[in-house]
């Protein structure tokens, strides 16, 4: 139901596709689909957020690609983790936490 879908706060895709990645490596497909699987449809990464942002990561460094067959046996690039990018996804994580522990609190306060 698209009505049930939730809008990414900004940044929040790339923690997604990090934590997605650290997984196993996967092309951009698969990732948009695990996340939407995962969340159980309440969040879809449209292509034109995903790619631009996998291209981020990469240039970051957090991430790299290879070409491989996807399960459809299709040429699909792969991205995976690298080592910056697990660190980098250990330090969105405890930014992540902390925020909406903050939120929550002020949103449970009278």
Do not use: C, F
């Amino acid at each position: 139901m698209a009505a049930d879908r939730i809008e990414l706060p900004q940044g929040t895709l790339d923690m997604l596709i990090l934590k997605t990645l650290a997984l196993e490596p996967q092309h951009g497909w698969a990732i948009s689909e695990r996340v939407q699987q995962i969340s159980k449809d309440a969040l879809q990464i449209q292509q034109g957020s995903l790619y631009p942002a996998l291209h981020r990561l990469q240039r970051r460094g957090w991430i790299k690609a290879h070409w491989g067959t996807s399960d459809n046996n299709r040429r699909a690039k792969y991205y995976e983790l690298t080592r910056a990018g697990r660190k980098q996804l250990a330090v969105e994580r405890t930014a992540w936490r902390k925020l909406t522990a903050a939120v929550a609190h002020i949103l449970e306060s009278a």
